[in-house]
Nanobody
């Protein structure tokens, strides 16, 4: 079955950087959208960034635009999230998700990773 596994989270000081990765297995994902979501304590899960199957088309939430970059390695079925200039408000559990079409709504995604914790100290 489809499995998504995130890694790369951790504790970092404000202004620092982290690179998250998500490895997909158990299916064919060449024409799927891969996306990153995050969820902070007491808040709803929100869209962070997404990348199309070709790796060319990307979308980034306004809250992270200019700081976060999403990319995809199709050969490895892996999606990355490069996070620079991290802020305390970026603290959340970050999830990788898979869908067949572009959407920013968490409920539209049927495949999720287990999440990786990102904590940004001030």
């Amino acid at each position: 079955q489809v499995q998504l596994v995130e890694s790369g989270g951790g504790l970092v000081q404000a202004g620092g950087s982290l690179r998250l990765s998500c490895a997909a297995s158990g299916g064919t994902f060449s024409r799927y959208v891969l996306a990153w979501f995050r969820q902070a304590p007491g808040k709803e899960r929100e869209f962070v960034a997404g990348v199309g199957w070709s790796g060319v088309l990307t979308k980034t939430a306004d809250s992270v635009k200019g700081r976060f970059t999403i990319s995809r390695d199709g050969a490895k079925n892996t999606v990355y999230l490069q996070m620079n200039s991290l802020k305390p408000e970026d603290t959340a559990v970050y999830y990788c998700a898979l869908n067949r079409a572009w959407t920013m709504m968490p409920n539209d995604y049927g495949y999720w990773g287990q999440g990786t914790q990102v904590t940004v100290s001030s």
